[in-house]
């Protein structure tokens, strides 16, 4: 089965989609004017402080004002301090007051009512570590279940683990040269360090460090090695795309393909258009006649499982509950990834008495969602019989990414 990342742009309109084989399963849009913030790093000012939920509100450029938790950044890092200076630098618990200048990481975007999240725990991502300031530990990823090349993993990054900053190994990692991993963590150390000794100096609410494209974090993200092609119609994209991987991954060069084709566009080729309003629309329905109505909230995500025609006629009632339910739960772990859900999800299967049932329905949702980059948690399922669970917010869900460019269209 061939995997694609498919690129392109439509008006100001970047779209990068994920393919494997003829199914699209992963989406995300952005402007070409760049207005995410995600990942981004300012100099940012302490505005006020709120003792009772222990968190302030720092300013950032163009006068966003975004939360920080104060239990949570323990070693924020001052313009007031002094030279840094690498083979002298402790960590220092700090409590930060109103007026104090400090780098922040943006971790979490706006989310309608709610500000956005900032962080002195500074992450530096590569395609195969993630170097965390604040975090002097090393971590790898529970996707990597092979022991002995855990431990491999391990023991190079504690080669280069500082009292300042640890690493996590990501999944890309497994298997890849001790060379290939130290220099991309030597890369990571240098941006840090840049970072911790000159970005003091600049001015208050100065964006210090632009996080990557999406379209090109998607590149950096994905499981390379899965990956068949990644295929753009756009010279400046194509330009961009391979400026990344002949400095940042060269092994993946031969992967770039430019499309052309006067008659039929990339979007219309891969039928973007249709795809993308299909993954927005709250019905989904199943080969079977049952149907998913997937409902975001601001607080959490509502999927509701319905029969349908599915069991029109049909005298083994419980047999037919099951097999639509597991259809139903592997197009969830789908829709979910497509759409980009995260935080809280909330799942209504259809009511099934036998026990085993359940159980076998659980078990096949756990492993639909370990095939998901994204961090995704099966909590467990309550007495009324709905299914919780977590996922890791990364971006914006597709719903608002589509919402956005509307506004900037």
């Known amino acids: 089965m061939e995997n694609k990342l498919v690129i392109t742009k439509k008006e100001n309109v970047i779209i990068s989609a994920s393919f494997e084989g003829k199914d699209l399963v992963q989406v995300s849009l952005n ?10 790093i300012y100099l940012g000012k302490v505005k006020n402080i709120v003792k009772n939920i222990n968190a302030a509100f720092i300013e950032i450029a163009d006068g966003r004002m975004c939360y920080y938790s104060m239990s949570e ?39 309608k009512t709610k500000a956005p999240v900032v962080s002195s725990n500074l992450n530096f ?23 002995k090349e855990r431990q491999r993993l391990k023991l190079i990054a504690k080669n280069h683990q500082h009292r300042e900053y640890g690493f996590i190994i990501r999944t890309n990692a497994a298997y890849v040269a001790e060379d290939k991993i130290v220099g991309e963590m030597k890369k990571l150390i240098e941006a840090y360090e ?3 000794r000159y970005g003091v100096h600049k001015s208050c609410f100065s964006l210090i460090h632009r996080t990557p494209p999406n379209y090109i974090c998607d590149i950096r993200d994905s499981y390379t090695e899965n990956v068949n092609e990644f295929i753009t119609d756009n010279q400046e994209l194509y330009d961009n795309m391979k400026g990344f991987l002949e400095t940042y991954q060269p092994e993946d060069l031969s992967k770039l393909r430019f499309y052309q084709d006067p008659i039929l566009s990339l979007a219309s080729l891969y039928g973007l258009n249709d795809r993308l309003e ?7 329905w199943l080969k079977s006649g049952g149907s998913l109505v997937i409902q975001p909230t601001e607080a959490l995500t509502v999927i509701d499982v319905n029969t349908g025609k599915a069991v029109a006629g049909k005298k083994q009632v419980q047999e037919t509950f099951l097999k639509v339910n597991r259809e139903a739960a592997k197009e969830i772990a789908r829709q979910i990834r497509l759409r980009n859900l995260s935080g809280i999800i909330i799942i209504d299967f259809i009511d099934m008495e036998l026990k085993k049932d359940k159980e076998l329905l659980m078990l096949e949702l756990e492993e639909y969602f370990k095939k998901d980059p994204v961090k995704t948690t099966l909590v467990d399922m309550t007495a009324l019989g709905l299914v919780e669970v977590t996922r890791k917010k990364v971006r914006k869900p597709l719903h608002e990414q589509v919402e956005e460019v509307r506004r900037y269209s």
């Open 31 to 40: 402007t070409s004017e760049e207005n995410g913030i995600l990942g981004n």
């Open 73 to 111: 950044n323990r070693y924020p890092i001052q313009v007031s301090e002094q030279e840094y200076k690498k083979d002298e630098a402790k960590l220092n618990e700090v409590k930060v007051k109103i007026g104090d200048e400090l780098i922040v990481q943006v971790a979490k975007e706006d989310v």
């Open 125 to 147: 991502t590569g395609k195969f570590v993630a170097l965390t300031y604040g975090k002097p530990s090393v971590g790898v990823s529970s996707k990597i279940l092979d022991e």
């Open 194 to 196: 840049n970072i911790r």
């Open 278 to 284: 299909d993954a927005i629309r709250p019905m989904v």
